[in-house]
Structures are given as C-alpha cells and as structure tokens.
C-alpha cells in the first residue's frame, strides 16, 4: 500500500499547496493517513511494515513531526496475535528517532512549523 503527504512547498508547481493551514486539523489528518496505511497493512496480513519518512523530501513536511504522529499512530492499538511484529522505518534520523519515541509512550509536544 503507499500514501501520497501533504506538500508544504511552494517551489513544488506539480503538486497542490493542501496541507491544512490548521495545524491541529493537518496533524488529525496525517494521523488518518498513517492509520490507513497500518490498517491495510493489517488487512493483507502484513507481519512487517516498512515506512520512510513520507513526504519530508521535497514536500517539505517536518520529519519530526511525521514521526511523531506516526508512532503515536502505532501506540494506539494493542498488539493482536495477527499485528505487525516488525516496522522498518527509512529516511531521516530525526524522522525514526520520533517514531521510537512517539512508540514507547515518550510525550513530545509539537510545534507548527515555522
């Protein structure tokens, strides 16, 4: 499965500026992103998901940020027997170590980008 993030660039002219200007609404809506992608990994009985650091390259959006949502994403649901046991994660540093964090229960407090 694959997902399409936000574009925040302004220099990207093939692609729509969407990203909400909200920036609680554009964080619920990357979480909703990232919730189809762990569910339809689920759904094809996928044990492992590998996910980069979708849409913090050209698109601009913040890895850490990305990250965040990301592993808050995977906290929510408990492990079930049929669960993923393994995600690989790609890309920037900062984009798997929010991940991780976001993952073990870490509270990070976000900030709209600048």
Do not use: I, W
């Not at 302004?10 to 554009?26: G, I, K």
């Not at 798997?96 to 229960?105: L, T």
């Amino acid at each position: 499965c694959s997902v399409a993030m936000f574009n925040m660039n302004a220099r990207v002219h093939d692609s729509p500026l969407d990203a909400p200007r909200n920036f609680d609404e554009y964080c619920a809506k990357v979480k909703d992103k990232f919730r189809s992608v762990v569910a339809a990994a689920r759904e094809l009985g996928a044990k492992v998901l590998v996910c980069p650091d979708v849409g913090c390259g050209v698109f601009a959006n913040d890895p850490e940020v990305l990250g965040t949502l990301f592993g808050e994403v995977l906290r929510e649901r408990p492990p079930r027997p049929d669960a993923l046991t393994e995600v690989v994660l790609t890309g920037q540093a900062s984009f798997a170590e929010a991940v991780q964090k976001a993952a073990a229960g870490q509270k990070v407090n976000l900030t709209p980008p600048a």
